[in-house]
């Protein structure tokens, strides 16, 4: 014959077993180094993602095309006749 513990004690020790929150967190800051670029309003994601896109628009200002895709974006973004409004 088996006994069963009610659930509550069932609970509690699980509870009690489980890593504490902040246990949790370094492990995934180990197991995640890029997981700080989650906090979209974040310093350090902030940036980085200035960083990056200043290297990105560096490349694509050297296209030739880029200046009449990038005044065509422009000229589309800005057109009064195309914004739907409800």
Known sequence: MTTRLPAVICLAVLAAAAPSPAAAQSRADAADPFLWLEE??????????????????????????????HADGIRIGEAKDRIPFP
């Open 40 to 69: 979209l309003e974040g310093p350090k994601a902030l940036d980085w993602a200035t960083a990056e896109n200043a290297k990105t628009l560096a490349v694509l200002e050297k296209d030739p095309r880029f200046a009449g895709f």
